[in-house]
């Protein structure tokens, strides 16, 4: 059974830091890119930041230079440090792993529930 398990979110004020975290289990970690998405209410989800196996970065232009994704391929986590917090980054965040699960390259995406991110002005 797949399970994406954040920690990490709370109440912060602007120009504040963060550190999120993602565990998964019941995955093959190597063969996921991981990535974290947000929404905020009455918005769509968006990508945040997502990283492949090799550690290939990649991030939206509104957290670029703030945030940094990680992963630690040898215990399945995958971590986003968020800093000079804005209240624009207020969203529930939620951990992502797209997943190759055959040669032919098909993928699955397995969502954990997410962590709310408050950011005060």
């Known amino acids: 059974q797949v399970q994406l398990v954040e920690s990490g979110g709370g109440l912060v004020q602007s120009g504040g830091s963060l550190r999120l975290s993602c565990a998964a289990s019941g995955i093959i970690f190597r063969m996921c890119v991981m990535g974290w998405y947000r929404q905020a209410p009455g918005k769509q989800r968006e990508l945040v930041a997502d990283?492949?196996?090799?550690?290939?970065?990649n991030y939206s232009d509104a957290v670029k230079g703030r945030f940094t994704v990680s992963r630690d391929n040898a215990k399945n986590l995958v971590h986003l440090q968020m800093n000079s917090l804005k209240p624009e980054d207020t969203a529930e965040y939620h951990c992502?792993?797209?997943?190759?699960?055959?040669?032919?390259?098909?993928?699955?995406?397995?969502w954990g529930q997410g962590t709310q991110v408050t950011v005060s002005s």
């Open positions: 992502n792993a797209r997943c190759k699960v055959d040669l032919l390259g098909r993928e699955l995406d397995y």
């Open positions: 990283i492949t196996s090799l550690g290939r970065t």
